[in-house]
């Protein structure tokens, strides 16, 4: 089993290598952005990108990181006035509080956000999130980052998207990867129960998702042999039933995202709490549905145990 290293850069920025020096991600906890974020993420197999940091098309996308649309009205998915509900409200994740502990299962980072709008000391939500970066997943070669998060509302407050379907857009907000572009070639979207294909994956509910593609910078790549790779979002059942959002990026850009909120916001009373969890696997090589039917089924099944 690969063994991870964390080595910190300053300025609230460290990487994620293999033991051997090989660099895997970035991580971001800055307030420079609105939110933490992985950028530069890349599988065990080769030095190939699998994400897209701060496009020209959606410069607020920042690879692999967790977003909530609107919180009590304010805006906390784009990063400027510009766009959204019109009232120039906007809002971003602060970390207050960050340690990370490495050992032999892996890489915890363990932190404390305040979800408040800019200007205000108040946060509306106060998070507790680990984020947990291993390489125990039974016989694939990959690594992953399981997500778990538990949200406790400040005072009152409702959690809303973009209308979904009355803005074939909408329905965005939750745990999000944005791809390389040059995934656009080969790509493949699939799902839990065997599907296949963007419009058999969107808005609907699923245990899983994936978005592969051909992957630019591996340093193995020849014209008839590119390298390949990209990341699946599997979902724990003790979430409930989450929907999926998925843009393709031969049409549009490449996406993959859980939409806990697409189908209807949600209304946390004071005091009220909401844990959600995902594990991201960065694959660098094709998978099929029974591979990762297996990977939902364990990841289910037990948690992963945090490094001691």
């Not at 410069?59 to 009232?87: A, C, M, Q």
């Not at 990341?231 to 999926?244: D, M, Q, R, W």
Request: net charge negative; glycine share 10%; aromatic share 10%.
């Amino acid at each position: 089993m690969t063994s991870l290293r964390w080595q910190e850069r300053g300025d609230a920025t460290a990487v994620i290598v293999t033991d051997d020096g090989r660099h895997l991600a970035d991580y971001s906890w800055s307030t420079a952005q609105n939110h933490p974020f992985f950028s530069h993420v890349r599988p065990l197999q080769h030095d190939g990108v699998l994400t897209n940091t701060a496009p020209w098309d959606h410069r607020w996308h920042h690879g692999l990181w967790w977003s909530w649309k609107f919180i009590d009205g304010v805006l906390f998915w784009e990063d400027h006035p510009d766009y959204g509900n019109g009232t120039g409200a906007l809002g971003r994740s602060w970390v207050t509080g960050h340690e990370v502990t490495v050992g032999d299962a892996g890489i915890r980072i363990d932190e404390t956000l305040a979800w408040r709008p800019d200007g205000s000391d108040q946060a509306l939500l106060t998070e507790v999130r680990r984020i947990t970066a291993h390489t125990a997943l039974d016989g694939v070669d990959a690594w992953a980052l399981d997500w778990d998060s538990t949200w406790t509302a400040n005072a009152a407050v409702e959690l809303s998207v973009t209308p979904y379907p009355e803005h074939w857009w909408g329905g965005y907000a939750g745990l999000n990867y944005r791809a390389a572009r040059s995934m656009s070639e080969e790509e493949r979207i699939l799902a839990s129960g065997g599907r296949l294909g963007r419009e058999t994956v969107h808005s609907h509910e699923g245990q899983w998702a994936a978005l592969l593609g051909n992957v630019d910078g591996a340093g193995t790549d020849e014209p008839n042999r590119p390298a390949y790779g990209g990341a699946a979002i599997l979902v724990h059942p003790e979430n409930g039933p989450t929907p999926l959002y998925v843009f393709s990026a031969a049409d549009e850009f490449g996406f993959l995202a859980t939409a806990p909120l697409m189908h209807g916001s949600r209304q946390l009373a004071r005091g009220e709490t909401l844990r959600l969890r995902h594990r991201v696997v960065v694959l660098g090589h094709d998978v099929d549905h029974e591979t990762l039917d297996r990977l939902s089924r364990a990841y289910g099944g037990k948690e992963h145990l945090p490094p001691t």
